[in-house]
């Protein structure tokens, strides 16, 4: 009896033993369990709480017309409505209520957002005009959008601004045109400068391009028609058309004399190339004919004696 007591004893002992164990095991799974858990909460909660910011700092505030407005009106409150919107633009770029009281430099579609870009400071000048100009020399890497100075140039070095820091609104390389926005007094100055280049030949009018306009100042205009070129637009209203055609006509002849002279040079180079390689050729073809020429007379030498031979 005492031997089966024992038994049950350790029996009973270590049914215990293993509980305790698993139960501590059991405890040690739950606590790693739960730090895990904890810290997955946590790092969702940081994230859903970044998300809720980032969602946050997409909110803007923005100007969006209640009607179509169209390009060169001057913008007031009771034209838009302010709205929450969620976009990845920086606030900063949209106009607000420093921006009411200036123009609107494009047509604003009624229910979209209005960039500061699309506004100017002030009206567009009611004389303001788009030129077209096909008698400036053009730098071969000016495009559209630059700001450039018109420049005049006379035979004897005198050199001025004609117009100073105009945008360039449109450029054709190929065809050496350019327009450009221009108000009365700046149509006055340069119908001048094409006049005074008409009748003093060899006067040019050229573009010059600005390095970092953002930082440029514009420079001042110098140049002032002489009373010559004054009387000579009052007596001939179309004297400013003549003359821009002469210019152009001018311009297109240097032109193609350019391209004249750089063909005669490129024909005469290639004629000499030519000459040259015939006669190299002749020198090595000579040769060739001197040994077949000896080759046939040695030939009929030989033919000769074995005739003298058998006769």
Not at 205 to 222: D, G
Request: net charge negative.
């Amino acid at each position: 009896m005492a031997f089966f007591r024992r038994k049950r004893m350790r029996t009973v002992l270590l049914s215990m033993l293993i509980s305790l164990l698993v139960i501590i095991l059991f405890s040690v799974a739950y606590c790693i369990f739960r730090q895990r858990l904890g810290r997955t909460v946590n790092e969702y909660e940081e994230n859903l709480e970044k998300l809720r910011l980032d969602l946050y700092s997409l909110n803007r505030l923005v100007y969006i017309p209640k009607q179509d407005i169209p390009s060169g009106t001057v913008l007031t409150r009771d034209m838009f409505d302010i709205v929450e919107m969620k976009l990845n633009i920086p606030q900063a770029e949209f106009i607000d209520e420093t921006d009411m009281g200036k123009v609107n430099m494009i047509y604003l579609p009624a229910g979209t957002p209005v960039l500061k870009m699309t506004v100017a400071d002030e009206k567009l000048p009611d004389d303001l005009r788009e030129l077209e100009f096909n008698m400036f020399l053009v730098q071969s890497n000016q495009k559209k959008g630059d700001f450039v100075d018109v420049r005049i140039v006379f035979p004897n070095g005198e050199n001025y601004i004609v117009l100073s820091k105009k945008k360039i609104v449109d450029i054709i390389p190929e065809e050496n045109t350019i327009r450009l926005w221009l108000d009365e007094t700046e149509i006055h100055n340069i119908s001048s400068a094409i006049i005074d280049a008409y009748i003093h030949p060899g006067t040019k009018l050229y573009v010059t391009k600005y390095v970092m306009p953002e930082l440029q100042e514009a420079a001042i205009p110098f140049y002032a028609a002489n009373e010559a070129v004054l009387n000579l637009m009052h007596k001939d209203p179309n004297i400013v058309e003549k003359a821009s055609d002469a210019l152009a006509r001018e311009l297109r002849a240097s032109l193609e004399r350019n391209l004249n002279s750089v063909a005669a040079e490129n024909i005469g180079r290639v004629s000499s190339g030519v000459s040259e390689e015939m006669s190299k050729s002749k020198k090595i073809i000579q040769p060739t004919e001197n040994s077949d020429s000896d080759t046939n007379t040695y030939t009929n030498h030989e033919n000769s004696e074995e005739t003298e031979f058998y006769n």
